[in-house]
């Protein structure tokens, strides 16, 4: 049997991937390609960009699964990177685009940990869009990328209390609530992103809209009770660092 090729569009190629999981697989999209595909009608043209990259998630379980399926699709394994991090990161390769494939394996930890695996099931084809968001919002040196894909989510979706096409606010103020490194870093981007609205080709109709939806949910996040560890942790403040250096591949 010849071997699959990967697909030049590396939009066709994600939803391809996601359509040929077996639903026992739990492969989720995130990174900047779930922005895309949960954007209803297409991502607004001021927060579009290119993609270089196909980022997934798996339970832990699974990724053996995963790097059995991503090899069946035409993808060369890091063999090296994934003999040492595969039980919570694995790394793949298609040498004609270049592109990568990397799939966070039981969690995602970057700057932050992000619990990105305990509501799989709310979405059916990308992460939740409240852990998507703050998968974005986590990032210590927000990058011009991640700053757009978190407008992008919050232009394209509401700030609400629960789930259905919205960014649920209540969750993403309890996981804040609970770390207060995530929360300073959060809140820090957000208002960061908040001056940065007035950057981008928008309307003053979405310029308010975006400005209403940040200040909905910085008061979430500051309105949700904080835990005892949050508040020992705040104490110390920004003495001593708050967050994780991201671990380099590739």
């Not at 739990?26 to 595909?37: I, Q």
């Not at 970057?110 to 990308?126: A, F, G, K, W, Y």
């Not at 609400?160 to 969750?171: L, P, S, T």
């Not at 909905?216 to 708050?242: F, N, Y």
Request: with cysteine; charged share 30%.
């Amino acid at each position: 049997m010849a071997r699959r090729v990967p697909l030049a569009n590396i939009e066709q190629e994600a939803a391809a991937l996601l359509d040929a999981a077996e639903p026992a697989l739990g492969l989720r999209l995130l990174g900047g390609l779930a922005v895309w595909m949960q954007a209803p009608g297409g991502v607004h043209p001021a927060f579009a960009r290119e993609y270089g990259d196909i980022d997934l998630a798996v339970p832990r379980r699974r990724g053996h699964r995963a790097e059995r399926f991503l090899t069946e699709m035409g993808y060369e394994p890091d063999r090296v990177f994934n003999a040492t991090t595969g039980d919570r990161r694995l790394l793949f390769h298609d040498p004609a685009t270049g592109r990568r494939v990397d799939v966070f394996v039981g969690r995602f930890e970057m700057c932050h940990r992000i619990p990105i695996m305990d509501r799989l099931d709310v979405e059916r084809r990308t992460i939740p869009l409240a852990e998507l968001l703050l998968t974005k919002l986590q990032v210590v040196q927000l990058t011009a990328k991640d700053r757009g894909d978190a407008l992008a989510l919050l232009h394209h979706h509401p700030v609400a209390d629960q789930d259905g096409g919205a960014v649920n606010a209540a969750v993403a103020a309890r996981l804040c609530a609970a770390d207060w490194g995530l929360w300073r870093t959060c809140t820090g981007n957000l208002g960061r992103a908040r001056q940065s609205v007035v950057g981008y080709p928008l309307s003053d109709a979405e310029r308010a809209h975006l400005a209403e939806a940040i200040g909905s949910l910085r008061d979430h996040l500051d309105r949700e009770p904080k835990t005892a560890g949050w508040r020992l942790r705040a104490r110390v403040g920004e003495r001593r660092r708050w967050y994780r250096e991201p671990e380099e591949v590739g």
